[in-house]
């Protein structure tokens, strides 16, 4: 059974070290009860189908485990989980576009196309999965096939353990996942290279395209910038604005909804009171870890220490900063602290137990024995034991179980300062002080493992230590008081301009935030938000939310809806501010260049208010940025290619001011040309234009998003 070791490979302790459950289920953001008065479930539109709340947890929940399988991970923390939501809702959402566009065109990936991908072994999903060749590290279909083999037959043989049966089962869907997303990457690319195959090259693009990259012009610059005329010269009327919106108007267009909103974060911190409380308590906790007979796993546990232990000598490099810092001035057996660290906010006492010379690496071999009943289990596994010790072949026995006779390496530092049972660090402590090649036999659960240790190396300093480490956090009453007030603060000010008036009075910050989209997870930075984002999208201009409880039961917030920018073109009253500063800048331009008009560089140059500078190695290709105005100036670029070396152009209009240039210097660069390689290069920004596609075929599906009421 190849597959089984390779399984293995991925996995040392498969069983043991995570308690005979690896690669369970677990959604750290699990399910949660959708509120009586909701009547939809849906969480998103995509060209009129509608996809409900229960098939995107699934689809969440198995991206969930191949992240964990393919990374090794046990669960997902919060952030992580957030990243998952996001990406399985960009990618259904994106195949669907494709699909429906496919269909239209006639576009399909055949099972025989998918077999030659297999046969191929070359696609990145494949190369992440655990059937790979053990020497090369490469992509192995024999594998693979042996395991849809052992996967169809799963059931019909005892001799398979439990456990791996249920390891067998998320492995298949494991598999079913990646076949799956190789057909709709694989439909997705035809797509695209569709559309970036009609985008074609030729040897005059080649040759400007060579030109535009490589010629590179040096010029002398006058500038007079626009911040030489104040605003208030310059008068600007609704007539103007109007025109200029409807010139502008594309560019206002936004393909969702957003919403402009201020609001008030309250974050809780602890009172000097709280902090005296939790030294306190620390000052206790070190007098009892100085006691030798406390049970230290319970105690430690008890203590709410951020800092696990579990009777496992560790490297002190995996210890917090604070902690290792300090390991050798302790001697053995005596607390140390408290002691205060400002980095994290804590109070810390620490005991070292024992410092021992400890293996970093561990060669080993085991077999797993587990019947129905824990009698027959005991039996067989001191059969097996007995005749292992004997000198029976362990291949042999391993392969009569159903099991594979190949050794593994583990590093022990992977699971130092976990969080496991004693059970577990039972066993683990039995592989680091077995002698080489004897023979064990460990009860788990219930069931036997019977190990041999084969070899050990890496040896270092290791220590057992037990650690309390409290950070300090604010007390209940303290949570209170900050409550009661915030509370008061709210009630008494329900109408949007007292929220504005008397917030910094009473001491609280009014924050402000722009479009802001149903697709972000967080307001202000803050987790456990999803409630205050629900109001922000049901409520109306104006109005002042209730007082929302967020954050880790540390943050309390109050939002005051100012803008609703709907989905479609943007009101002229939104973009109003920023037409006006392009109003203004053209006027002064139209000012300038006329009092520039006909002017030569050196008169340029002493005219009021002008800066000068020289300017090196412009090309086409790139915009050209002007240290003396600190601006970007992409149509210099323009001028200084065309324009004629010891020439003068006529005044330029650029984005901080009137530009007047004079070239003084044209080199074409000593890269000589290569017409395939332009046109590659051409063929290559062609195919990110392409790309592009998913936006425009977004807005046309009329795509809308809603998870924000369910997750």
């Known amino acids: 059974?190849?597959?089984?070791?390779?399984?293995?490979?991925?996995?040392?302790?498969?069983?043991?070290?995570?308690?005979?459950?690896?690669?369970?289920?677990?959604?750290?953001?699990?399910?949660?009860?959708?509120?009586?008065?909701?009547?939809?479930?849906?969480?998103?539109?995509?060209?009129?189908?509608?996809?409900?709340?229960?098939d995107f947890q699934k689809m969440v929940d198995e991206y969930s485990?191949?992240?964990?399988?393919?990374?090794?991970?046990?669960?997902?923390?919060?952030?992580?989980?957030?990243?998952?939501?996001?990406?399985?809702?960009?990618?259904?959402?994106?195949?669907?576009?494709?699909?429906?566009?496919?269909?239209?065109?006639?576009?399909?990936?055949?099972?025989?196309?998918?077999?030659?991908?297999?046969?191929?072994?070359?696609?990145?999903?494949?190369?992440?999965?655990?059937?790979?060749?053990?020497?090369?590290?490469?992509?192995?279909?024999?594998?693979?096939?042996?395991?849809?083999?052992?996967?169809?037959?799963l059931g019909k043989s005892s001799q398979m353990p439990a456990q791996y049966v249920e390891y067998y089962q998320k492995l298949g869907t494991y598999w079913k996942f990646i076949e799956r997303t190789i057909r709709e990457s694989t439909l997705a690319e035809k797509y695209q290279n569709l559309i970036s195959k009609s985008l074609l090259s030729n040897p005059i693009d080649a040759e400007d395209n060579f030109n535009n990259r490589t010629v590179q012009t040096d010029a002398l610059l006058?500038?007079?910038?626009?911040?030489?005329?104040?605003?208030?010269?310059?008068?600007?009327?609704?007539?103007?604005?109007?025109?200029?919106?409807?010139?502008?108007?594309?560019?206002?267009?936004?393909?969702?909804?957003t919403r402009d909103f201020q609001y008030i974060d309250v974050t809780v911190t602890p009172s000097e009171a709280d902090r005296a409380e939790v030294l306190k308590e620390v000052q206790?906790?070190?007098?009892?870890?100085?006691?030798?007979?406390?049970?230290?796993?319970?105690?430690?546990?008890?203590?709410?220490?951020?800092?696990?232990?579990?009777?496992?000598?560790?490297?002190?490099?995996?210890?917090?900063?604070?902690?290792?810092?300090?390991?050798?001035?302790?001697?053995?057996?005596?607390?140390?602290?408290?002691?205060y660290n400002q980095t994290d906010d804590?109070?810390?006492?620490?005991?070292?137990?024992?410092?021992?010379?400890?293996?970093?690496?561990?060669?080993?071999?085991?077999?797993?024995v587990a019947l129905e009943t824990e009698e027959k289990t005991r039996n067989l596994a001191d059969s097996i034991f007995h005749a292992l010790k004997s000198g029976a072949d362990f291949a042999t026995i391993a392969k009569a179980y159903g099991q594979n006779g190949e050794s593994t390496w583990i590093d022990t530092h992977h699971f130092e300062g976990t969080s496991m049972s004693e059970e577990n660090a039972d066993f683990l402590n039995s592989l680091i002080k077995a002698t080489v090649n004897e023979w064990n036999s460990k009860k788990i659960g219930q069931g036997y493992i019977l190990t041999q240790v084969l070899a050990k190396k890496a040896f270092q300093d290791k220590y057992r230590i037990a650690v309390v480490k409290r950070p300090v956090e604010f007390s209940k009453e303290t949570y209170n008081k900050a409550y009661n007030d915030?509370?008061?603060?709210?009630?008494?000010?329900?109408?949007?301009?007292?929220?504005?008036?008397?917030?910094?009075?009473?001491?609280?910050?009014l924050l402000?935030?722009?479009?802001?989209?149903?697709?972000?997870?967080?307001?202000?930075?803050?987790?456990?938000?999803?409630?205050?984002?629900?109001?922000?999208?049901?409520?109306?201009?104006?109005?002042?939310?209730?007082?929302?409880?967020?954050?880790?039961?540390?943050?309390?917030?109050?939002?005051?809806?100012?803008?609703?920018?709907?989905?479609?073109?943007?009101n002229i009253n939104a973009v109003a501010d920023m037409l006006k500063v392009e109003i203004l800048r053209d006027k002064k331009a139209e000012q300038i260049m006329a009092q520039l008009k006909g002017a030569d560089y050196a008169t340029v140059k002493n005219t009021a208010d002008a800066v000068s500078d020289t300017v090196k190695h412009i090309t086409f290709a790139a915009p050209v940025y002007v240290a003396v105005t600190r601006a970007s100036e992409p149509v210099l670029s323009a001028y200084a290619s065309k324009t004629e070396v010891n020439k003068t152009t006529a005044p330029i209009k650029g984005n901080a001011g009137v530009y007047v240039m004079q070239v003084i210097d044209r080199n074409e660069g000593t890269e000589k040309f290569d017409d395939a390689a332009e046109e590659e290069g051409i063929k290559t920004a062609n195919e990110r234009y392409a790309s592009m596609f998913i936006s425009d075929l977004y807005e046309k599906a009329k795509v809308k998003d809603t998870r924000y009421l369910f997750f």
């Open 65 to 153: 485990e191949v992240i964990k399988m393919s990374q090794g991970l046990q669960a997902l923390n919060d952030q992580q989980l957030t990243r998952v939501k996001d990406q399985v809702w960009q990618a259904y959402v994106n195949n669907e576009l494709i699909a429906a566009e496919a269909e239209k065109l006639g576009l399909v990936v055949t099972d025989k196309e998918i077999q030659s991908i297999i046969d191929e072994g070359a696609h990145p999903l494949l190369l992440q999965t655990p059937f790979r060749n053990q020497q090369t590290g490469a992509f192995d279909k024999d594998e693979l096939k042996n395991f849809l083999v052992q996967y169809a037959n």
């Open 284 to 339: 206790e906790y070190a007098e009892q870890l100085a006691n030798p007979n406390t049970e230290l796993v319970t105690f430690v546990r008890s203590t709410g220490s951020t800092v696990p232990y579990n009777n496992l000598a560790i490297s002190k490099t995996i210890l917090p900063a604070d902690i290792s810092s300090r390991i050798d001035s302790a001697a053995i057996n005596e607390v140390f602290g408290p002691f």
């Open 512 to 570: 402000e935030r722009t479009d802001y989209s149903s697709a972000e997870h967080y307001v202000g930075g803050v987790n456990n938000t999803r409630e205050v984002i629900k109001w922000i999208f049901s409520a109306k201009e104006g109005d002042v939310s209730p007082l929302f409880e967020c954050g880790d039961n540390n943050h309390m917030m109050v939002v005051i809806l100012n803008r609703i920018h709907k989905a479609g073109y943007r």
């Open 222 to 257: 006058a500038a007079v910038p626009y911040t030489s005329i104040p605003d208030s010269a310059i008068t600007i009327d609704k007539e103007e604005i109007r025109d200029l919106y409807a010139k502008r108007k594309e560019t206002f267009k936004q393909a969702v909804e």
């Open 1 to 54: 059974m190849a597959t089984l070791q390779k399984i293995r490979s991925h996995g040392p302790l498969l069983v043991v070290v995570i308690g005979l459950a690896l690669f369970a289920f677990i959604a750290g953001d699990m399910w949660k009860v959708i509120q009586p008065h909701t009547t939809k479930q849906d969480v998103g539109v995509i060209n009129g189908k509608t996809i409900n709340v229960q």
């Open 486 to 509: 915030f509370s008061q603060f709210v009630a008494q000010n329900t109408q949007k301009d007292d929220v504005e008036k008397n917030a910094e009075e009473s001491g609280y910050n």
């Open 346 to 368: 804590s109070y810390n006492a620490f005991r070292i137990l024992s410092r021992v010379s400890s293996p970093d690496s561990i060669q080993f071999r085991q077999l797993q």
